[in-house]
C-alpha cells in the first residue's frame, strides 16, 4: 500500500516562480527521499533526509521535514522548464528498508 | 556515477509470451536491486527486492511463479514475465542501492521496460 499522499497532485507555474511540493506520511520512518520522474523514463533521486534531520540543501531544492507533523516538503527555488516532471517521496523504515512511494505531483513549468 | 542500464527499453510480444528484462548497475555493485511496476499516472508499485545470490522477496500479492526474479550476480538482476498476458502490460521499472551500514543510501534507477501485450 502506499504511504505517502503528495500534495498537490498537480501544479503549474510559470518559469522563475517556485514550486512547493508536500507530503505526508502514516507511520514511523528512518528516512524519507524525493525523486524526479520525467515522462515515461526512470526515477532520479534528488534528497535523502534522515528522520533526525530537519532540512536540507541540494542546489534550487529544499526539503523539510517534520516528524511530529509526519510531513515533509519539497521547494524548487527559480524553477526552469526542464524541471517539469513528476515528483515522488518515498519513505523507509530503517536504513536497508524497502521504498514506498507517494502519489507523486505533476510539475508544469511554463517557459 | 551509479548509472543502471534497463533493457529493452520497449517489448511487443503476443499473448503466452515469456519475456525477460535486464537490470544492470554499471559502474557499481549493488547490495540489492529492486523491481517495480507503474501503471498510468501512478505510482511504483514495489514488486520483489533481491539480493545476489539469494532467492527474492515478493510483495504480497505478486506471483512469483509469474514474475521470476534471477540475481546472478552484484551487477545484474533479470526479470522474466512468464507466459504474459495483456493484464500484465504495464512499465516495469528496476533499481539498485548499495547498503552501507548504519547509513541509508538512494536507490538508482534503470530507465524501465514498456511492456505490451497483445
Known amino acids: 500500500s502506499q504511504q505517502g499522499e503528495e500534495d498537490p497532485q498537480a501544479l503549474s507555474i510559470q518559469e522563475g516562480e517556485n514550486a512547493t511540493m508536500n507530503c505526508s506520511y502514516k507511520?514511523?520512518?528512518?528516512?524519507l527521499q524525493w525523486y524526479r520522474q520525467n515522462s515515461g523514463r526512470g526515477l532520479v533521486h534528488l534528497i535523502l533526509?534522515?528522520?533526525?534531520?530537519r532540512e536540507k540543501h541540494s542546489g534550487r531544492l529544499r526539503v523539510t521535514l517534520d516528524t511530529s507533523k509526519k510531513s515533509s516538503s519539497l521547494l524548487i527555488t527559480a524553477s526552469r522548464a526542464a524541471d517539469t516532471a513528476s515528483y515522488f517521496c518515498a519513505t523507509s523504515s530503517s536504513n536497508t528498508g524497502k521504498l514506498i512511494f507517494g502519489q507523486g505531483t505533476t510539475l508544469q513549468v511554463k517557459p | 556515477g551509479a548509472v543502471v542500464s534497463q533493457h529493452p527499453s520497449r517489448v511487443i510480444c503476443k499473448s503466452g509470451t515469456s519475456v525477460k528484462i535486464e537490470c544492470r548497475s554499471l559502474d557499481f555493485q549493488a547490495t540489492t536491486m529492486f523491481w517495480y511496476r507503474q501503471f498510468p499516472k501512478q505510482s511504483l508499485m514495489l514488486m520483489a527486492t533481491s539480493n545476489e545470490g539469494s532467492k527474492a522477496t515478493y510483495e504480497q500479492g505478486v506471483e512469483k511463479d509469474k514474475f521470476l526474479i534471477n540475481h546472478a550476480s552484484l551487477t545484474l538482476s533479470t526479470l522474466t514475465v512468464t507466459s504474459a498476458h495483456p493484464e500484465d502490460s504495464s512499465f516495469y521499472i528496476c533499481?539498485?542501492?548499495?547498503?552501507?551500514?548504519?547509513?541509508?543510501?538512494?536507490?538508482?534507477f534503470g530507465d524501465g521496460t514498456r511492456l505490451s501485450i497483445l
Open positions: 533499481s539498485a542501492r548499495v547498503d552501507r551500514q548504519g547509513v541509508p543510501q538512494p536507490q538508482h
Open positions: 507511520t514511523s520512518i528512518n528516512n
Open positions: 533526509i534522515r528522520s533526525n534531520e
